[in-house]
């Protein structure tokens, strides 16, 4: 029977759903509109195109090459691969999208990596990394009824002053446009960024939503807004906000009694709903969960969180970093099926990828782009240790917050990877960027990661949340592996005694093995190093080494897949044969060894159907391999 107050109440949340439907996206002016056709792409080898103005209106580009957008330009002819230098591009915006009396910008989701912008052969701007979206204002600079043309100069040589900061780049710094590059058309007062931080509280969840209201107006304006999760009738707010010129800040708490939590067993989505009624609207996807920190445990949800990872880089064979969804998603079936849980990246990756992590239940570790900095690989000089490095490092730890915060499966922010981080300078730098990082999201431990080197120099670990080490051991000790059974006795117990001290160090905090590996080249057997049986008694050695240290919150295998190297930087090849699956996805003995140490099972490749880029970029059409690849 029904309650005197269960009918008014029922019938109070049918009408906020009647009313939240009512003003949907149809009363919003929100565009978005990707530049997918008609790109064309010049080399510039000689560095003249800024001399003769090949960016200006009235220049002949009819020569140039047609080629898709977003796509690595290593992927347009076997003779770009590796390429490192000055790419343009060319574009044309119909007149029909100017829209003067909105908002309009012009988004890059990933550029690699030195960009400078025009349209019209007016200067828009230029940007300065290759892993993060960047956008400029185009407002009122549009010109209806014309053609506006957008040119970009493209330039992905590295430099020693900025990220990842080292003579010698582990990966390939694939060249051009990696991302979507879409005109966006909003209000002139919209929603300009969403931040849900969800968390369970008994059999519910509790969301804090701060929300940044953008107002391109001359005076103050009072708006309605509106927030709601999608699907949980009781978890809707709505209210009035002051939006005055610039840039605003507001919070909206929200809570429901029965929630699904997140986590890689459970990766249950929401979708948070935020609209300015009539002006503006944004949805954003969210997990509830929550990552603690209590002594030496990373808690999940309030259990003790084990990791087994891997390391893995975005690209794939000769797509690059774009390859067809139908491949990722099954590369990411497997790994799942082998038991990985955790994934760690040395860049921010695409945010279709994360949004992969998200749907099919991965942790990750994003990491800002300093990598190896200071290191003297290739002999000392040259090196550039300074705190100017932050010009570039702060701004990446930023960008990568910003837009990641919402994904459940970004569990970790790494500020760098194996870096004179022992050093005045780099326990400096460590340190702001691991403060920023807990300034902008207190809801995340932050870290760093360092070689297989004392933790103890590594002072700005006193800051951090975890401790994330390295463990390479056996190619370079008085008393190397060589052999299939020096495994476990120099290996093995070699990264036993290592995470012993290293937990001794910092007796109060948990410890990662942020990597451990060895190559192992698929078809060449035997035991000794670089062949298969190698590579995998040395991962099952580690492994166990981990396991008999219980202080240790597990482990992330370097890596999943074998990947490109810069061309100058391994000792034999431009290729890194760490992956237990090659780098198009054909397995190796070491498969199956990450898949008994994981309690899981190795899974065979088999060919997608209909691929189509994850990014929404056309299919690619992969450059012939060389006879010795």
Request: hydrophobic share 40%.
């Amino acid at each position: 029977m029904m309650s005197s107050g269960e009918f008014p109440m029922r019938s109070f949340l049918l009408l906020c759903l009647l009313a939240w439907s009512s003003a949907g996206p149809a009363q919003t002016v929100r565009e978005s509109v990707a530049l997918a056709t008609g790109w064309r792409f010049q080399m510039d080898m000689a560095e003249i195109g800024e001399k003769e103005a090949w960016f200006r209106p009235g220049f002949d580009h009819s020569g140039w090459s047609q080629v898709p957008v977003p796509r690595a330009w290593d992927t347009y002819d076997e003779g770009l691969w590796g390429f490192e230098g000055i790419g343009w591009y060319v574009a044309s915006i119909s007149g029909s999208r100017s829209r003067p009396e909105r908002v309009q910008r012009l988004r890059f989701g990933r550029v690699m990596y030195h960009s400078k912008v025009w349209l019209n052969g007016e200067a828009l701007g230029e940007h300065i990394g290759g892993y993060l979206p960047f956008e400029f204002d185009v407002t009122g600079k549009l010109r209806p009824g014309e053609p506006n043309l957008l040119v970009l100069r493209v330039d992905n040589r590295p430099r020693l002053e900025w990220p990842p900061g080292a003579k010698q780049i582990e990966w390939m710094q694939f060249g051009g446009i990696l991302e979507p590059v879409t005109l966006e058309t909003r209000s002139r007062i919209y929603l300009s960024d969403l931040t849900v931080r969800a968390v369970p509280r008994g059999s519910g969840a509790e969301a804090e939503c701060l929300l940044e209201i953008t107002s391109a107006e001359a005076a103050e304006q009072t708006v309605s807004l509106r927030v709601g999760v999608d699907g949980v009738p009781r978890a809707v707010q709505e209210t009035t906000v002051p939006a005055p010129p610039g840039v605003s800040r507001h919070r909206v708490a929200l809570a429901w009694d029965r929630a699904r939590r997140w986590s890689p067993r459970t990766p249950n989505l929401y979708t948070l709903r935020a609209a300015l009624p009539g002006r503006d609207e944004s949805t954003v996807r969210f997990g509830v969960r929550a990552i603690a920190i209590r002594g030496r445990q990373i808690l999940l949800n309030g259990e003790p969180l084990w990791v087994q990872g891997v390391n893995r880089y975005d690209e794939y064979a000769r797509h690059g970093p774009n390859a067809p969804r139908e491949l990722v998603v099954e590369d990411l079936r497997r790994m799942k099926a082998a038991g990985v849980n955790f994934v760690r990246v040395h860049y921010p990756q695409s945010p279709a990828l994360i949004g992969l992590y998200d749907e099919m239940g991965f942790l990750m570790m994003e990491e800002v782009p300093l990598n190896w900095w200071g290191n003297r690989f290739s002999g000392a000089g040259g090196e550039v240790m300074k705190e100017d490095i932050l010009e570039y490092a702060m701004p990446m730890l930023e960008g990568m917050i910003r837009r990641d915060k919402n994904h459940p499966s970004v569990a970790f922010w790494s500020m760098a990877n194996e870096s004179q981080t022992q050093t005045e300078v780099g326990i400096a730098v460590m340190r702001k960027l691991l403060r920023r990082a807990k300034e902008l999201d207190p809801t995340r431990p932050a870290t760093f990661v360092i070689a297989t080197r004392e933790a103890a120099e590594h002072k700005a670990f006193a800051d951090a949340d975890l401790v994330a080490v390295n463990v390479y051991l056996g190619g370079r000790q008085k008393r190397p592996a060589l052999r299939v059974a020096d495994a476990e006795e120099v290996i093995g117990r070699g990264a036993e005694e290592y995470l012993r001290r290293q937990l001794a160090a910092y007796p109060d905090k948990p410890l990662l093995v942020a990597e451990f590996g060895t190559p192992g080249v698929r078809g060449i057997h035997g035991d000794v190093q670089y062949t298969e049986e190698f590579q995998a008694a040395v991962i099952e050695a580690v492994w166990g080494a981990i396991r008999r240290c219980p202080d240790v919150s597990g482990g992330v295998l370097w890596s999943w897949a074998d990947y490109y190297h810069r061309r100058n930087f391994i000792v034999y090849a431009a290729f890194g044969p760490y992956g237990v699956v090659t780098v198009d996805r054909r397995e190796k003995a070491a498969l199956a060894a990450l898949a008994r140490m994981f309690g899981g099972h190795a899974v065979k490749a088999k060919p997608p159907a209909a691929p189509r880029s994850l990014a929404g970029a056309e299919k690619p059409n992969p450059a012939p391999r060389r006879a010795n690849q």
